[in-house]
């Protein structure tokens, strides 16, 4: 310890000497305890590696309102006020943080008590005042290559490049500095291969030579330096000079160089996880320490020497001395000023004893049936302030022989861990717990002033176990005194790693033999007096204080929790007060005491014989122990005094260090090499300094006692002498069983070690005591973990207390708050992941914040060589406790892995850590025409092709086939049934707006062509724009521009409350289409000559505008008649998913094509009547609303899907009421039913709605069936009469706007054989799919993805699925591109804006091999055929196409093709919140959006969420997560996603994020 330590402690705080505060980290900070020195120098020196070369990391980017704002006024001065109970450090066990009472675990709260509160007030404000300055500053970061060359030992510049890139990388890779800086290796043999990228493992020494930045030594110390930027400021800027924090763009091109740096050299050995993925297997490096000693024997502990006057059981010592000398002192209580509140003499607890155990048995019940019998489990639930009452019921329980269950008062219903508390007593059938009367009055009542039942608890009767409400015992009433035996004394709770409670049974026999061999090794004789600090209620409290003591006689001074919060040093001063022997602490109450101690010339600690340290195993009591010695042998402390042990619920006290003789040996330490214990093996470290652990050892193996040292694994073999494993002991003073758990108490209390051939060491079972350890020189134990702390992360083993530590050892004091951390593991992707949570002060900034994580991720890094996969910081005082104010840590857990922490800072760093994901992929070279081909056959497959029915053998009566052009049917109809009505609209109350009949739309047409012909003066073939709502005034625009000869564009008009978005696109598309004049309505009309329009467009650009809405009287002299058919009819113009805006020509004879090869496959008559749901401006539903009914007669009901908006029970409806049997609709419009009727199917039966018609909803789309949508609508709407195969999809694209269409048949239809089978869906396996690949698994099988067939293939369509790189055919079942041959595919893109270069061979492309000569047109969609068992009605087998992605959509990763689609169902199902996702790369990294649906708190619990399921469920690294508002991922008419649009709006900063997380 620095001896100038304990002097800068003691100086008072002046301003002249508050700047050297700033400068040293040794002032007053509460944290001083776990920076054993040697552990922070290690820090400090590690983090100096990085200095020299700053790092930049991007910064997130938050939503100011989550920013928390803090002024100095909300700056709280360090805990003096009791203001929480306790609220510390400690893991979810409560030994773990050392949390006896309610205290502040590990990070030690409270400072000095109220009464200097003088210092704490000037140290706080020069904190808060200079605190900004980073003492870290000083280094200053001067290292230019040259020095760093030098530092690389001489390997050359090549070295001093890597060094330098390292040093600028966050994680200075570890094992690349022990290999560069030690063996003096070049790298040639280092550089694997592979191409730069992100996400391939490269060793890319040269990429990244960052900025060098001469900054003057010492700027940072100047405290006129208010705020330090993060990682001063002026080292983060990109290549180009960008300032990090500003353009995204930016952010992630700095992500991306960060990502380049070398990895971690990826491990060679793979295990195949059930498929050609291989995930990498962890295989142990050769050159990795291996445990070399001899097999190590068992040690025996000294005979337990029975001394004659030893008493045979504890009751019997009780009731001697209570007989004998009942004025003794037993325990003596303090209030919270330190006074002495009450003495507990030795005759008061023995008659208080006896009246508790009296009326236990007797006045409980009635006397027939007594509530409680002996060996009856009681629950006792007392306060940490009251000792002397929990004692009496503890020894009332014992001689009434009823075994008490000590557990911690329930402070609320919804205590962290009360609910497993309540299952362990529920298991050992408690039915009353006995309470004090303080307590209970402060239990939770209802309003009737019952106790209500906790969550998770039996029910419990409570009694009040104190003198005054209990009867006196009769005269002749005694209770019955046996020799300890094997009956359970007690039952002590434990909370396990994963948060479950089990009770640990101890016998009366084994809790005797514990007491004897206590007073053997602590020499303890009669009314010696000792202080204790510790839980009484449990483990070194209860076991000293409580059981031991009443053994001799002893008298305790019980120091309760509040006492210490007020002042830390009172045990100190009680021990000088009472001359006391003993005391028992934990390492925080000597850190307290430190941290509270000034120049006290009273004190004097000479009587001191013994300081028992209870957690003295943990890896940073030692420095608690070094320092509190140092600073206090002038005050008359021995070194032998003190003595730490280790203990554990299951094998009591495992061993503790013996008060010394003058001339014994002194207390052991060893220096280990965390790299050595990482793999289970004990190297004492000399050379590098700074990956050591520190231990002291705790003594020797209890009297009475044996130990040994079993490995990890399954069979509890002995380890070598080298070797780390499990401490078990075999005695009769441990533990004997988990109550109630057979097969858990068989692995932990009945274990046999055996030697290296197999032969148990003794016959004698052992006790797996949970603490990791080896047994060293001189028999002396030193323990170096805690099984419950384990991680294995990639084969080696990591503890999670000493992570803690160094997160620590990181400027404790500035960051986090009360040393509150938790540290745990988590599973993604077959390893183990660590996870640090910490609760920052209230008082930090977001820089402070970020620049401390980037700054633990280097320590973890370089000291464990480890990476932590997840750093999240919380407020203070927000993690879950534990009844002692400790972390409760499966509570930590399970909230961050159901995303519910709601973390303020997160940062990821899946990239260093995750180095298992599967090998890039390598193409393979497919087969060449070269293969043999034998008629059909593919090397032994089917060729995949597929035809729909030919369209020239199929007879029907089919009237409107004479016709070339629609014009003409339309005509016709207009002669032959003048007053069928064709089309039907209705408005949002679902009554007819408006219809036409066959005459009313040929007269209207032939009007509107006459005014085309007068007004617009247009030629034949002119190019006309059609800008309408849905609707009537539509179809009769088409038919008037067909009788007119002008080729007729449909465009959706702006939206009224949106101009400035939607009005672009309709400027861009009458312009790429080459319109000479626009139709529309009076009302748009004046819209695009508005104010608002002419800012988003200027009015004097449109060509003319025509308003139809009153036409000329007069009809046109000729109509017009086209040469030829293969004439245009009209231009079909769509945004696709990535934002291409494409039209495409459709001939007269295509649309014949189309009308004829819907009606057959739909069987349309003008008797049917169809319901049409869907924008009629492109596609299939510009096709069935504009031109199917003129086709085939039918009527069309149509329904504006903007209508549903206002009522979304209107399509329904309308199906019911017109009794429809066929109906069309989109994605979007079924979601609106799914969401907007999911509550209402019950009133809407009540209204009489019936879809027990439907034989046919088919969903309209280009894009891969959404399953989960048709399934839960065809479930929801079942209720109404939905036959659930009523639902199918169609699939089209831009070459061809139908290629399947699935009506399904029902009923009594299906039996006369009209049309085809039941779509299908199969499983694919979703890893298959990203190698190209198709293999069909089982519904429900891991990575399975369900897929529903697109419907059945229109007549006259033909398929077949080609490769699309290499244009052969493929076999069947195996994924390609899906490409078509039809009649009536569209005949060319008419002009493709914003790629010019867009292949014409989409429309005329030949298979390089195989059937060279038909013509097929290219979808840009992969798929695949199966032929399934089904036939179709001419008997032919059913060929079921499956659609997957786009082309252009899906996403080549890590040599992988995903489609965006199946990455963003992962991500929408992991939390609820979660309501949309859309994902797209950018420079090889992965960009999840995900849409919030929640309170903007929850943002960051995302995160780690979506990470975790996109690696676990797609082998992906996801790089940036943002979290947006609803409705910022734009969604295009059809309802698809549209990610380009949100990638460019992403890198120009427009989408408002609430949070960026950028992975590293």
Known sequence: MDPSMGQERRTPVTPSSSSRYNRRRSSGSRNERYRSDVHTEAVQAALAKHKERKMAVPMPSKRRSLVVQTSMDAYTPPDTSSGSEGEGQGDGDEEEGGDGEEEDGRGGGGTSSSQEGSISMEHWISRAIHGTSSTTNTTSSTASSSSSSTRSGGSGAAGGRLADVLAQHVHISAQHHHRHHHHHRHHKTENHSAPPDVTSYTNNTTTTDGIQVERTPGAGTAPQRQTSKYGNAELMETGDGVPVSSRVSAKIQQLVNTLKRPKRPPLREFFVDDFEELLEVQQPDPNQPKAEGAQMVAMRGEQLGVVTNWPPSLEAALQRWGTISPKAPCLTTMDTNGKPLYVLTYGKLWSRSMKVAYNLLHKLGTKQEPLIRPGDRVALVFPNNDPAAFMTAFYGCLLAEVVPVPIEVPLTRKDAGSQQIGFLLGSCGVTVALTSDACHKGLPKSPTGEIPQFKGWPKVLWFVAESKHLSKPPRDWFPHIKDANQDTAYIEYKTCKDGSVLGVTVMRIAMLTHCQALTQSCSYTEAETIVNVLDFKKDVGLWHAVLTSVMNMMHVISIPYALMKVNPLSWIQKVCQYKAKVACVKSRDMHWALVAHRDQREVNLSSLRMLVVADGANPWSISSCDAFLNVFQTKGLKPEVICPCASSPEALTVAIRRPLEEDSTPPGRGVLSMQGLSHGVIRVDSEEKLSVLTLQDVGSVMPGAAMCVVKLESVPQLCKTDEIGE???????????????????????????????????????????????????????????????????????????????????????????????????????????????????????????????????????????????????????????????????????????????????????????????????????????????????????????????????????????????????????????????????????????????????????????????????????????????????????????????????????????????????????????????????????????????????????????????DLPKKKPPLLYKPSNPDTLAYLDFSVSTTGMLAGVKMSHTATSAFCRSIKLQCELYPSREVAICLDPYCGLGFVLWCLCSVYSGHQSILIPPSELEVNPALWLSAVSQYKVRDTFCSYSVMELCTKGLGLQTDSLKSRGLDLSRVRTCVVVAEERPRIALTQSFSKLFKDLGLHPRAVSTSFGCRINLAICLQPHRLGKLADQGTSGPDPTTVYVDMRALRHDRVRLVERGSPHSLPLMESGKILPGVRIIIANPETKGPMGESHLGEIWVHSGHNASGYFTVYGDEALQSDHFNSRLSFGDTQTVWARTGYLGFLRRTELTDASGERHD???????????????????????IETSVIRTHKSITECAVFTWTNLLVVVVELDGSEQEALDLVPLVTNVVLEEHYLIVGVVVVVDIGVIPINSRGEKQRMHLRDGFLADQLDPIYVAYNM
């Not at 099984?787 to 960051?815: C, Q, S, W, Y």
């Not at 996870?835 to 920052?840: C, L």
């Not at 014009?967 to 039907?984: G, K, M, N």
């Not at 079921?1440 to 489609?1459: D, I, N, P, Q």
């Open 727 to 1109: 401490l078990c002991v075999c005695t009769v003073a441990t533990g004997t069983s988990y109550y109630g758990l057979a097969g858990m108490t068989k692995n932990t209390f009945e274990v046999f070690p055996v030697s290296n051939n197999g032969t148990p060491i003794s016959e004698f079972p052992f006790t797996r005591t949970g603490l990791l350890g080896f047994i060293g020189p001189a028999g002396l134990i030193f323990v170096a973990g805690k099984m419950d702390g384990l991680m294995v992360v990639g084969g080696r083993r990591h503890n999670a207390d000493d992570i803690v530590a160094t997160a620590l050892a990181v400027e404790p004091m500035k960051f986090v708050y009360r040393g509150r951390i938790a540290v745990f593991s988590i599973t993604v992707l077959h390893d183990e992941r660590i996870v640090v949570v910490a609760e920052q002060r209230p008082d930090s900034t977001e820089e402070d914040s970020f620049q401390w994580m980037s700054r633990v991720l280097q320590a973890i890094d370089s000291i464990h060589q480890v990476g932590v996969y997840c750093l999240a910081l919380v407020p203070s005082n927000t993690l879950p406790k534990t009844p002692l104010g400790g972390i409760h840590l499966s509570e930590t857990k399970q909230l961050f892995l159901e995303g519910s922490l709601h973390p303020c800072n997160v940062l990821m760093c899946p990239h260093t850590c995750v180095t298992n994901l599967p090998k890039p992929r390598q193409k393979q070279p497919e087969i060449g025409p070269a293969s043999v081909m034998v008629g059909n056959l593919v090397s032994g497959k089917r060729i995949a092709q597929a035809s729909g029915r030919d369209l020239g053998q199929i007879e029907d009566n089919d009237q409107a086939r004479k016709f070339l052009f629609l014009a003409e049917v339309l005509q016709w109809r207009a002669q032959t049934t003048p007053d069928h009505v064709l089309y039907t609209l209705l408005n949002s109350r679902g009554t007819i707006a408006s219809s036409l009949t066959c005459v009313q739309l040929h007269k209207r047409a032939e009007k509107i062509a006459a005014m085309l012909a007068e007004r617009g003066h247009l030629q034949d073939g002119d190019h006309v724009a059609l800008v309408y709502p849905p609707g009537i005034d539509l179809i009769a625009a088409f038919y008037g521009c067909l009788y007119a000869g002008c080729v007729p564009i449909t465009v959706r008009p702006p939206h009224p409350q949106n101009i400035a978005t939607t009005l672009p696109t309709v400027k861009m598309i009458v312009e790429v289409s080459r319109s000479v004049c626009v139709m529309t309505t009076q009302v748009i009309s004046k819209l695009l000559r508005s104010k608002e329009a002419s800012a988003a467009v200027d009015a004097r650009t449109w060509p003319p505008i025509m308003d139809t809405d």
């Open 1440 to 1462: 079921a196409l499956y659609v997957v992605g786009a082309l252009e959509e899906a996403m080549e990763l890590r040599g992988m093709r995903y489609h965006p689609i199946d």
